[in-house]
């Protein structure tokens, strides 16, 4: 069983969808990251969490340090949203196998 | 530009060869880390330097170094190189508390 668990592993949606993605843990950690890759291979830092919830435009990400879960969801989510979505624990990221966002107009 | 410079883009090689991979982190960022992303295995964490020094050291083969320099820039030595090999190898840098800023990767064909 992988330390870091995601799903969905594959997604679709309309344009202006809330989207919801889960990330599930089984190791103590220190703080939760939220990875965005891009078709291009590129790696970008959205969160970085250790308790409650954070916001970044339309982009939210919580996190539930009793239950070992974190969510990432994105409101009125639009094409360029399309991507990989990674969450990864502890100092030495520890990766979840991603979750493949594609938003249609 | 995130600031962690990675060099070079893309590196072609045949088997049983040598490369040498270069990460620049980002200026005050002390621990670079390197990962290597394949097809089937997705993002594993490969080894950490902080400062110079050998921090941790996660799934990485024998055949494969690293070190960090005094200007703390990193290398990744990879040797004997295999067709499985072939990947896309990041680097990462970090500042404690602070989250990681990615370079672009290497991506490393072995023919």
């Known amino acids: 069983k992988n330390e870091v668990e995601q799903s969905p592993q594959n997604l679709t949606a309309q344009e202006g969808e809330f989207i919801t993605i889960n990330c599930s843990y089984s190791?103590?950690?220190?703080?939760l990251h939220w990875l965005q890759q891009h078709p291009g291979g590129g790696i970008v830092s959205l969160f970085m969490?250790?308790?409650g919830k954070k916001k970044h435009g339309r982009l939210i990400a919580t996190i539930n340090i009793q239950e070992k879960h974190s969510s990432l969801h994105i409101t009125a989510s639009h094409p360029r949203d399309s991507a990989v979505y990674i969450c990864a624990v502890t100092d030495k990221l520890i990766f979840g196998t991603g979750t493949r966002l594609q938003v249609f107009p | 530009d995130s600031g962690v410079t990675q060099t070079p883009k893309h590196l072609i090689t045949a088997t049983g060869q040598r490369v040498t991979l270069r990460c620049s982190p980002r200026s005050g960022d002390l621990s670079v880390y390197w990962y290597q992303q394949s097809l089937d295995q997705g993002l594993q964490f490969l080894i950490q330097y902080y400062n110079g020094e050998e921090r941790a050291k996660g799934n990485i083969l024998e055949r494969f170094s690293a070190q960090q320099f005094p200007d703390l820039h990193s290398e990744l030595n990879l040797s004997s190189l295999e067709l499985g090999d072939s990947a896309l190898y990041f680097c990462?840098?970090?500042?404690?508390?602070?989250?990681?800023?990615f370079g672009s990767g290497t991506r490393l064909t072995v023919v």
């Open positions: 990462a840098s970090s500042v404690p508390g602070y989250g990681y800023t």
């Open positions: 190791v103590g950690i220190s703080a």
């Open positions: 969490l250790s308790s």
